[in-house]
């Protein structure tokens, strides 16, 4: 028996999971792969968040701070969890810190927040030309380029003149076998290109979207005020070659609004890469025998009403594990699974 | 000082934020305004719910058990808040049921769980003719068919040979003043549409879209089955009118991927109406002094990284009375806002 809640995961839905159950009370162990929390929005270097534009760092400071230096909260960095055995309410847990050094915890709970990792554009969609064409990036490259407030040619150190972002790379795309759509991409392309036009008034910024996905309000947070207070050109369009010409890039496709071919020179390319399963996911859902959908996510049978139960009892799950989720989920996520891992821990300790 | 949370609203979330708190341990007061918990899902009817298909019902049981015949859990059926005053770990709110009778409560904590109510056709929008034409229905209608396991059309309860849906009505709509997306009536259109064709094999069942945000797994677990499967067709385009002709419903206005007008006649037409607060939600946020965004709805200053806190400290929000979510959306936050909500009565006791 163990009233501990074991955190996998430093990202946002780890540190407000670990928050979450530390303000119920009870003690948390939180165990983070990298020597820094933050996870994915820190490793990437995000620049600001969608949909409210806040610096990142800012946030994750902000998240940082509810589980650093409490007595309930005992961070592992640099650590993995290697190995795990047990059930709800008494799980004995071995991590692993990047010496070889070995650790065994007990914990009554587990929650998983090892999140996703961004499609590989080299994989299987060479069309693009990522690792071939220095001037095609992707989101990941934009935000770290826009956290130091500049949006240059990688290639040159120039100003653009024209910037696109092609959508959807990695996601609904059944030939890659990743038919899901990553839910966040479109928001966060469309933020990218009003920072773009704030830093870079003369360059020209366009979208070449399947549907531009903006459910909630976010229709009215980033996509109208990108249209009308940053004109930035949304384009329907198939992306299907992208080429060398004149020292730019030559962009070819099919205008589907027009339905007609299009051929554009662009100086930079952002290719809007979608979510796979981070290595962490897949490694963490078979140390604790956690079934995984077909893509390697964790996979939560009681959905939609239960939307952070594994498979596993005393098992919970949080943020983009659990497959694309934006911020609010995984941060409501969290919450919803502190409460549940919390209230086990104590139901198992009162028995 | 009181240790108790007080939940306001019987659907979904409200049924999961008091059973998350519960569970916690701390002492609930739910307040419903029916006779009746389950909230829209139990009052509108649904058949199934999406993506899974379960019946709408027995999930709702599922949640009702986890709040009834609770020690900790105290149910207020048929109330309403009328008053409220006190702050963060002391308020003092008044109920008043159907009889007039007032009840005063005291709460640490509040969770506002009151929904969204489902746009009116009848408002500005009488070119979908729904107050005029009796097989012009809406999705709640539809619901309200499929539970009963049929599908006819209202006008002479015969089988219909063709049935459309029109998404997007009261939303994504800037001259009504409801921009935002309501993010859950693709989904639950591609639902209906598969019920429709598995009841009524000879139905021809169409989707007239701007576009379809499947987001997530939503696209291969309703999307792609309601074309391969069920042949449900969907075509991208704009109604602009609905005529009575020969008996049935000629449905005017553009196919935008073919960029031509069209007409076709239909036997029964489904509005996709999105979602607004519902007038529980406006009223209680003004009893608590909680700021509402422009449409009505609960603003949640802290978004992306919290979703479920107020402008009001020791006031949450959950669910649809924060803006359009879907199911998952909804338990998430619950789960979240009893996390904060018990964390906060805690604190307070403790202090």
């Given amino acids: 028996m163990s009233d501990a809640v074991l955190v996998i995961g430093g990202g946002p839905a780890g540190l407000e999971a670990a928050k979450s159950a530390a303000d119920l009370g009870a003690r948390v162990i939180l165990v983070e792969k990298r020597e820094h929390l933050g996870g994915t929005p820190d490793e990437a270097g995000y620049a600001a968040l969608t949909p409210n534009f806040e610096p990142a760092q800012e946030a994750l400071e902000r998240m940082r701070a509810g589980v650093l230096d409490r007595p309930e909260v005992t961070i592992h960095l640099g650590s993995r969890v290697v190995d795990a055995s047990g059930e709800a309410g008494a799980f004995s847990v071995t991590l692993e810190n990047g010496a070889g050094e070995r650790t065994e915890?007990?914990?009554?709970?587990?929650?998983?927040?090892?999140?996703?990792?961004?499609?590989?554009?080299?994989?299987?969609t060479q069309m693009y030309g990522y690792y071939e064409f220095p001037d095609v990036i992707t989101l990941v490259d934009a935000e770290r380029m826009l956290s130091q407030h500049k949006f240059v040619r990688p290639s040159n150190g120039e100003v653009p003149r024209s910037v696109a972002f092609i959508q959807c790379v990695g996601s609904r795309d059944r030939r890659l076998g990743n038919e899901y759509c990553s839910k966040v991409c479109c928001g966060i392309s469309s933020k990218q290109a009003i920072e773009v036009r704030k830093l870079l008034p003369d360059t020209r910024v366009y979208i070449f979207y399947i549907d531009m996905r903006m459910y909630g309000f976010w229709e009215?947070?980033?996509y109208w005020p990108a249209q009308e207070e940053y004109n930035v050109n949304y384009v329907r369009g198939i992306v299907t070659e992208i080429v060398q010409k004149d020292g730019r890039l030559?962009?070819?496709?099919?205008?589907?609004?027009?339905?007609?071919?299009?051929?554009?020179?662009?100086?930079?390319?952002?290719?809007?890469?979608?979510?796979?399963?981070?290595q962490g996911t897949k490694e963490v859902s078979r140390t604790f025998n956690v079934p995984q959908d077909k893509y390697g996510f964790v996979?939560?049978?009681?959905?939609?009403?239960?939307?952070?139960?594994?498979?596993v009892p005393g098992v919970f799950v949080a943020g983009a594990a659990a497959g694309p989720k934006d911020l609010e989920d995984s941060v409501s996520m969290a919450g919803a699974a502190a409460a549940k891992a919390v209230a086990l821990v104590r139901r198992q300790g009162a028995a």
Same sequence: chains 1, 2.
């Fill in 220 to 222: 009215n947070q980033i």
């Fill in 105 to 124: 915890v007990e914990a009554g709970a587990v929650i998983i927040a090892t999140g996703f990792q961004h499609f590989d554009p080299g994989r299987e």
């Fill in 250 to 278: 030559l962009m070819k496709g099919e205008d589907t609004t027009m339905g007609r071919p299009m051929e554009v020179l662009m100086d930079v390319i952002v290719l809007a890469v979608g979510m796979e399963p981070s």
């Fill in 299 to 311: 996979h939560v049978p009681g959905e939609p009403m239960d939307a952070v139960s594994t498979e």
